[in-house]
C-alpha cells in the first residue's frame, strides 16, 4: 500500500501570487470584454447602462466572485469535490457548471481558430477583405475601403461589403441553413488543430504549465489594447464614436431586457457560477488574502471592458465618418464586430496589415487563456473526482489529450459549411445566461442558508485576518439570490427564438435540441439533490441533515478550535467536579 501510494502525485500550489492573479485575470478577461460589453453599452443606453452594470456588479459580481473564490482556497479541492464537502445536497451545481464549462471548451476555440486564419491572411500584400478582386466575390460585392467610393443608401442595401463576402463566402464557406452541414474547411479545421496543441501545452502539467502560459498570454493582450486604442483615439472621427458609446439615455432604464442583459454580463465576464474560480483559487494556499484579491480582480475586469469600449468605438467612428453613414450602421457584438466591422475599418487605415496583425492577436490571446483555463477547471474538477487513478505520474498528460481529442471530435461539425449554425446554437443555448442565472440561485441558497453565510465570513476572516464588509453577508442570503431568480424569469421571460443574420429561422428541431443543451446542466441541479435524497440510509430526516452537513475534517479556523478548547476545557472541568464529588460521598 506505501508503495501505491508513493505513486500519487501532490496536488500542488501556484508558483507565486502572480502566476494566480494572472491566471484569474486572463479568464475573466475574455472576448466578452471587447466584442460584448462595449455593444450592449451602445445599444441599452450608453453611460446610463453602467448604472445597471454597477447594481449587477455590487448585488452578484463581486459577491459571488468573492465566494466561489473563498470556497476554492479553504477545501483546496475542483469545481465538483468542493461541494461535496462543503454541501453535499448541492453537488448538482458542481456537475452543472463543469457541463457548462465543457460546452465552452467545445465551441469557444473554434472563435480562436477563425482568428488565426485571419492572421495568417493579415500578412498579405493586400488584405483579401479590403478588395473584390477574389475568386469567392460576387457582383454584389463593394469596396468600402476605396477612397474614390461615392455610396448612397440604394447601393448599400443592393450589396455586400467585402470583408462580409470574405468572412461568409471564404472563412466559413456558409451553406444555407443547419440542414446543408456540407463538406469540411480543411484550412479551418489545420487552425483549429494549432489552436488546440497551444492550448494542450498550456495546462499538460497543470499549474507548473499554466502558471507559466499566463505570463505571456493575460499580459500581452493589454499591450495590443494599448496600441489599438492610442491608434483608434488618432483617427478622424474617433471623438463621434467614443461620444456614440458613452453617450446617455437615461430612458432607457426603463426596459427590463436592459437590466437583464446587464446582469448576464456580469456573470459572463466574472466567469461565476461555473467553477472556474474555485479550481483557480484551489491551488492557493490556506492563508493567501483572497478578500483582497477578488476586490482587485473585479475592477481589473470592469476596468478593461470600459476601456476596450474606447478603442472599439473610436475606430468605428472614423469607420462611420470615412463611409458617411451613421455608425449605428456599423457597431456590431460578437463575431460581427471581430471579423466584419473591424478588419472592415481596418482596412481603410495607413498600414493595415500592422492594424490588423496586432488586433488578431490580441483576439487570440484574450481567448486562448480563457479557454486553457476554463479545461484546466474542467480536469482539475475530473482529478480531484478520482485521485487515486489519475493523479499518478503521466496519466493527467494522458487524461488531458483524450479531453482534448474528445473536444475535437466534437467540433467536426463546427468547421463544415453549416458548422456556423451548430456554433450559434451553442453560443446562445448550451452557454446562455439563463442556465448560468440558475445556478447562481442555488450556490448562494447553498452556501448562504445551509452551510451558512456567518460560517463563510468567519473562514475567510481566518484565511484572510480581515472580516469582509457586511454587504457580502446580506448579498449571499438575500440580494444576489432574489436578483439572480428575477432575471432567470426575465430571461424566460423575454426568451425569442435563435435567428442567425436576422433571416435565418432554425427548423423546429434545432430548437428542441438547442433546449436540450441548456437544459441538461439545469436538471442537474436539482436531479442530483432529489438523487441523493432517495439513495440515502435512514430517515427522510436523517438524509437532509446528512446531506446539508459539511465535511468534519474541513480545516478548522481558529473561532472553531477557541470553541472546541473551550467546550472541551468546560467538560474537563465538570468531569473533575463530579469526581471530587464522588470522592466526597464515598468519604463519607
Keep these: 500500500m506505501d508503495r501505491i501510494e508513493g505513486q500519487i502525485e501532490e496536488r500542488g500550489y501556484w508558483g507565486s501570487k502572480t502566476e494566480y492573479l494572472l491566471a484569474v485575470a486572463g479568464n475573466v478577461i475574455g472576448l466578452g470584454n471587447v466584442w460584448r460589453f462595449p455593444y450592449l453599452c451602445y445599444k441599452y443606453g450608453g453611460g446610463a447602462f453602467l448604472i445597471p452594470y454597477l447594481v449587477f456588479v455590487v448585488t452578484c459580481g463581486v459577491p459571488l466572485f468573492l465566494l466561489e473564490t473563498a470556497m476554492g482556497q479553504y477545501t483546496q479541492e475542483g469545481g465538483i469535490t468542493c461541494w461535496h464537502r462543503l454541501c453535499p445536497l448541492a453537488e448538482g451545481i458542481g456537475y452543472g457548471g463543469q457541463l457548462i464549462l465543457l460546452y465552452s471548451c467545445m465551441y469557444y476555440i473554434v472563435i480562436l481558430a477563425w482568428a488565426l486564419f485571419y492572421l495568417i491572411f ?52 456558409l451553406s444555407g441553413g443547419i440542414e446543408e ?15 488546440w496543441v497551444i492550448c494542450y501545452f498550456c495546462i499538460w502539467k497543470g499549474v507548473k504549465s499554466t502558471g507559466k ?47 437583464l442583459e446587464a446582469g448576464a454580463q456580469i456573470l459572463f465576464s466574472y466567469s461565476v457560477s461555473v467553477g472556474t474560480l474555485t479550481v483557480l483559487s484551489s491551488y492557493n494556499k490556506y492563508n493567501n488574502n483572497c478578500y483582497r484579491d477578488s476586490l482587485w480582480l473585479c475592477i481589473l475586469n470592469s476596468c478593461t471592458s470600459l476601456v476596450a469600449g474606447f478603442a472599439v468605438f473610436s475606430v468605428l467612428g472614423f469607420m462611420a465618418q470615412e463611409q458617411g453613414i451613421p455608425i449605428a450602421e456599423v457597431a456590431e457584438s460578437g463575431p460581427g464586430l471581430a471579423f466584419i466591422a473591424y478588419p472592415q475599418a481596418v482596412a481603410m487605415m495607413p498600414l493595415p496589415q500592422l492594424w490588423a496583425a496586432c488586433f488578431f492577436i490580441m483576439i487570440i490571446l484574450l481567448g486562448l487563456d480563457t479557454q486553457f483555463v476554463s479545461m484546466e477547471a474542467v480536469t482539475t474538477s475530473v482529478i480531484d473526482l478520482f485521485p487515486m487513478i489519475l493523479r499518478r505520474e503521466g496519466r ?15 467540433q467536426f461539425i ?102 436540450l443543451l441548456a437544459l441538461s446542466s439545469i436538471i442537474l441541479v ?17 438524509r437532509w441533515r446528512h446531506l446539508c452537513s459539511p465535511d468534519p475534517e474541513l480545516p478548522l479556523t481558529s473561532k472553531q478550535r477557541a470553541e472546541m478548547k473551550e467546550t472541551t476545557f468546560t467538560a474537563e472541568m465538570e468531569d473533575l467536579v463530579r469526581a471530587n464529588i464522588n470522592e466526597d460521598e464515598n468519604g463519607h
Excluded at 468572412?167 to 464557406?173: I, N, T
Excluded at 452541414?181 to 489552436?195: D, R
Excluded at 442530483?528 to 427522510?540: D, E, T, V
Design 122 to 173: 493579415s500578412f498579405s500584400s493586400q488584405l483579401p477583405w479590403a478588395s473584390c478582386d477574389n475568386t469567392w466575390n460576387t457582383d454584389d460585392c463593394v469596396n468600402l475601403a476605396a477612397k474614390n467610393l461615392t455610396l448612397n443608401q440604394t447601393t448599400l442595401i443592393n450589396s455586400t461589403p467585402a470583408a462580409t463576402e470574405f468572412w461568409e463566402r471564404r472563412v466559413l464557406s
Design 181 to 195: 452541414i456540407g463538406k469540411i474547411n480543411w484550412e479551418i479545421l489545420l487552425c483549429l488543430i494549432a489552436m
Design 213 to 259: 502560459a499566463v505570463y505571456f498570454t493575460a499580459t500581452f493582450p493589454y499591450v495590443m489594447l494599448l496600441v489599438l486604442l492610442i491608434r483608434g483615439l488618432t483617427l478622424p472621427g474617433a471623438l463621434q464614436g467614443v461620444v456614440f458609446y458613452l453617450y446617455p439615455e437615461p430612458a432607457r432604464l426603463f426596459d427590463p431586457q436592459v437590466w
Design 396 to 410: 493527467r498528460e494522458i487524461f488531458i489529450l483524450l479531453f482534448c481529442l474528445i473536444c475535437f471530435l466534437g
Design 414 to 515: 463546427m468547421v463544415t459549411e453549416g458548422g456556423m449554425y451548430v456554433f450559434q446554437l451553442f453560443d446562445y443555448y448550451a452557454c446562455n445566461g439563463a442556465c448560468v442565472l440558475f445556478l447562481s440561485v442555488f450556490e448562494t441558497l447553498a452556501m448562504g442558508w445551509i452551510f451558512g453565510a456567518e460560517r463563510m465570513f468567519d473562514i475567510i476572516e481566518d484565511m484572510t485576518n480581515s472580516r469582509p464588509n457586511y454587504i457580502f453577508m446580506l448579498c449571499w442570503k438575500y440580494l444576489t439570490p432574489l436578483v439572480s431568480v428575477v432575471s432567470f424569469f426575465c430571461s424566460m421571460v423575454e426568451y425569442t427564438p435563435l435567428t442567425f443574420n436576422r433571416w435565418y429561422v432554425y427548423p423546429d428541431w434545432a430548437y428542441v435540441l438547442g433546449w
Design 526 to 542: 436539482p436531479g442530483w439533490a432529489l438523487g441523493q435524497l432517495f439513495a440515502g440510509k435512514g430517515s427522510l430526516k436523517q
